[in-house]
């Protein structure tokens, strides 16, 4: 059984920065590609970024540019650093393959940027 716990979020003001965490535990990393996610208020869950086994990645929209995604295969991580971070980044973020299975969603990581 798979389970992804995700952790760093918090209150910044707009332009700093966080450092997001996933840690998996089982086999995740069988998986391959690996993603972070989000979800604003009223808002359906959507894509940020993706990596895959060998380390390419891919950003949506305006997240390009301000975040960045990495793993750690040999700590079952899976990071997300962002920066220059904006009140619109507001959302709950989670990780997950990509696409994403319905049983590995976990509780998320609450990110709050004031303006």
């Known amino acids: 059984q798979v389970q992804l716990v995700e952790s760093g979020g918090g209150l910044v003001q707009a332009g700093g920065s966080l450092r997001l965490s996933c840690v998996a535990s089982?086999?995740?990393?069988?998986?391959?590609?690996m993603a972070w996610y989000r979800q604003a208020p009223g808002k359906q869950r959507s894509l940020v970024a993706r990596?895959?086994?060998?380390?390419?990645?891919m950003y949506v929209g305006s997240m390009k540019g301000r975040f960045i995604i990495s793993r750690d295969n040999a700590k079952n991580t899976v990071y997300l650093q962002m920066n220059s971070l904006k009140p619109e980044d507001t959302a709950v973020y989670f990780c997950?393959?990509?696409?994403?299975?319905?049983?590995?969603w976990g509780q998320g990581t609450q990110v709050t940027v004031s303006s």
């Open positions: 997950n393959s990509e696409p994403p299975r319905l049983a590995y």
């Open positions: 089982g086999s995740i990393f069988r998986l391959n590609t």
């Open positions: 990596i895959d086994s060998g380390g390419s990645t």
